[in-house]
């Protein structure tokens, strides 16, 4: 039996004990749900691991067998993506006031922070728009 189906099996367990505790939650009682909320939030981390140990497993795995050099390329390309995001982000992104006046303790790197992830987010969104297109119009002047 190969890793696939293993992996496969594993995951349609877990969604069955998910899609039951979702059932169970849903039915009980409010009091009940606050008692056995503890005992939920053990399982989801359990399935959360579970989750995470098989996409580790599957990235490695697919790492050894595909052509490392290229996977090293694309990996320092994003890296390069997020250190330009984060160095052209100011850290005034983000109003702080909002947060502030409601208590919540934000400072100028956590909106430099997001103001890197929004940046991030705007590069990677153009550059797979322009590969689309790109793609898309490289395959209509071949035809």
Do not use: Q, R, W
Not at 40 to 58: D, R
Not at 101 to 122: E, I, R
Not at 129 to 137: D, K, P, T
């Amino acid at each position: 039996m190969g890793l696939h189906k293993i992996i496969k099996y594993i995951a349609y367990a877990l969604g069955i004990i998910g899609a039951v505790l979702a059932l169970v939650i849903m039915v009980s009682d409010k009091d009940d749900t606050l008692a056995m909320s503890g005992n939920i939030l053990v399982v989801a981390y359990i399935v959360l691991g579970l989750v995470l140990a098989m996409v580790l497993i599957f990235v490695l795995k697919g790492l050894f067998e595909g052509d490392i050099k290229k996977t090293l390329l694309t990996v320092g390309i994003f890296a390069a993506v997020i250190g330009i995001s984060y160095g052209i982000s100011s850290g005034t992104d983000l109003d702080l006031k909002p947060f502030t006046d409601k208590g919540v303790n934000v400072d100028t790197s956590d909106s430099k922070m997001v103001g890197a992830g929004l940046y991030a987010f705007y590069i990677l969104a153009v550059l797979a728009i322009g590969s689309m297109l790109f793609g898309g119009a490289k395959k209509i002047f071949n035809k």
